[in-house]
């Protein structure tokens, strides 16, 4: 008979993007809360920072009576200062954003405490290291003060930290509030992806690389130092793939305990006549700019194809899709024109005044701006890497050639100043999406693609890619998703392969392009929280029977 699964009475959170949009474990929060709200019902807690200083933040409600009582002991009793609310997402699960600052202070002794007790190496600390370990500490006292005046010793809770940022939270906690159970998720080892970004090869010579060794090569000593200590001395270490779990086994000597599968929930994809509406509405906006900017008119028979994410030019494969896009445009296969969006936030200056002043009017143009290849002027426009590549390979977004790339170099939240429109609002406008990641723990950008019922060409090197390959009946672009094969030394092989696979989906016929982007919903609908969830119950029952077992030791 299966032994029954332990299951928290109170769970909290912590994590730099509570409220906080940087990157996917925002998406991976923020999508998850509404389930296990569902399942708890306010005794699932969040815990982030307080860094907007008297600005407006969308994503938090603030409320004066939520835990009253224990807001003043925090305060008077613990020397806290916090904000209590609602994050204003599906489920509006609690949060508590707390000021880490006056922490700065203490630095040196948490920082003393933390190698005594742990071999946390903060010596080399640079850049946002301290920072983050601030927030950490501090969401631990926040979690220990919680604890101590509200819960009783025969509730079960867990405290899940997230990356190395609040490594130390879980640390404290272990030592000072020995009853609750701990859980360290690793999104992407902080050594991997430095090795990546670096353009060291990875992949082929993982099992040769030492973590530590190459911590020290590459500067990274105190990042990787924090990951790799909290990793083994929690009562479960997760991660997020089972390529990321492989990194976790080599670079910092420990498999992960449970592998957490990012999942999300689909109710920002609109339905039917509302989901039309915003396709027709999406694909009139990239049109009009195309037109503003290249001063060409575009028929909807025109392939809209995008990649997005952050910045990361190697490891997002965005060398890859320029590239792809470039031997696209020479070859003698391709028949329609192409419009390629690289919707990724760079060091933007300000929105183009040129391209908002044609924008503005409701002239058709005939003659393209200078520069018709980006729509805000960058800071860095000589050293910008996009322009830079695009450059070198002659892609200047000529009258004669039919692919057209345009780089979009903002936020796409509504008020970029050109689009104005908010991501969720742009990507279902698009034909075809492009993801040939080098480096991806998970991948929530193919994911979201095909969500929006738009097929995504992706790589195995990806958490996503992976995950997809191995569903039954996903042959190929035809059936939603491509997922190329990506290693260190095949980088010509994907740029082809991309510009193939784009060529081929440019020979379905209507029907074939409506099953593809039926069978890329479906594809999505696997990937939904109350699929994956299950894997969170499990290192739930994990984390509180290792705290059982570490208490009685």
Known sequence: MTEKLLMPDYIFEASWEVCNKVGGIYTVLSTRAKTLQEVLRNRIIFVGPDIWNGKENLTFIESNTLFSAWREYATFHDGLKVRVGRWNIPGEPIVILVDFMPFFEQKNEIYAHMWANYGVDSLHAYGDYDESSMFAIAAAKVVESYYRYNISVSEKVIFQAHEWMTGMSALYLQKNVPEIATIFTTHATSIGRSIAGNNKPLYDYLFAYNGDQMAAELNMQSKHSIE????????????????????????LDKPADVVLVNGFEDDFVPKSST?????????????????CLLGEQFEDDTLIIDTSGRYEFKNKGIDVFIDAMHRLNQSPKLNRKVLAFINVPAWTMEPRADLQGRLASHEEYTTPLNQPYITHW???????????MMH???????????????????????????????????????????????YEPWGYTPLESVAFHVPTITTDLAGFGLWAKDMDNVKGISDGVEVLHRSDYNYHEVVDAVRDTVLNFMELDKNQVKAARRRAAYIAEKALWKHFITYYYQAYDFALRRAKVRMLL
């Open 228 to 251: 790799k200590q909290t990793a083994h001395a929690v009562d479960c270490f997760t991660t997020v793939s089972e390529i990321t779990n492989t990194e976790c086994k080599e670079l």
């Open 275 to 291: 989901y039309t509406g915003k396709l027709k509405r999406a694909r009139k906006s990239m049109f009009r700019l195309a037109n």
């Open 378 to 388: 960058l800071y860095n426009m000589d050293e910008d890497k996009v322009l830079g």
């Open 392 to 438: 070198y390979l002659g892609m200047r977004n000529e009258s004669y050639d039919k692919v057209k790339v345009i780089f979009v170099p903002s936020y796409l939240n509504g008020d970029d100043g050109i689009l104005n429109k908010n991501y969720y609002d742009i990507v279902l406008g698009n034909d075809l999406s492009i993801y040939a990641s080098y």
